[in-house]
C-alpha cells in the first residue's frame, strides 16, 4: 500500500491497518497524548491517543528527519 493510499483510506481503515500490517516500535508520552510509534513498510506512522477521552485522535506519517524523532531515539536502549 502506497503512502498516497493509506492517507485516504477512512480513520478505522488506517486503524485497522496498523494494527494488522505495522509494526509496533516504540511509545512515548507526548503532552495529552500516548503516542505509539509504529512501522508501516518502510514508513513511520504516529498514533495518538488520548486517554483522558478514551480515543485516537490522530494517525499520520512521521519524517524521519523530524524533531519529535528525537523522544522516541531517547526510549530506545542498545546495549
Same mark, same amino acid.
Given at each position: 500500500?502506497? =503512502?498516497?493510499?493509506?492517507? &485516504?483510506?477512512?480513520? #478505522?481503515?488506517?486503524?485497522?491497518?496498523?494494527?494488522?500490517?505495522?509494526t509496533?516500535?516504540?511509545?512515548?508520552?507526548?503532552?495529552? #497524548?500516548?503516542? &505509539?510509534?509504529?512501522l508501516?513498510? &518502510?514508513?513511520?506512522?504516529?498514533?495518538?491517543? &488520548? #486517554?483522558?477521552?478514551? =480515543?485516537?485522535? =490522530?494517525?499520520?506519517?512521521?519524517?524521519?528527519? #523530524?524533531?519529535?524523532?528525537?523522544?522516541?531515539?531517547?526510549?530506545?536502549?542498545?546495549?
Open positions: 500500500m502506497s =503512502k498516497e493510499e493509506f492517507t &485516504n483510506l477512512p480513520f #478505522h481503515k488506517k486503524i485497522n491497518t496498523i494494527y494488522s500490517e505495522g509496533f516500535v516504540v511509545g512515548i508520552r507526548y503532552y495529552k #497524548h500516548k503516542v &505509539n510509534l509504529y508501516l513498510e &518502510n514508513e513511520y506512522v504516529e498514533v495518538f491517543y &488520548n #486517554h483522558k477521552q478514551d =480515543k485516537i485522535d =490522530k494517525i499520520d506519517f512521521l519524517p524521519r528527519d #523530524h524533531t519529535r524523532m528525537k523522544f522516541y531515539l531517547d526510549q530506545i536502549k542498545l546495549e
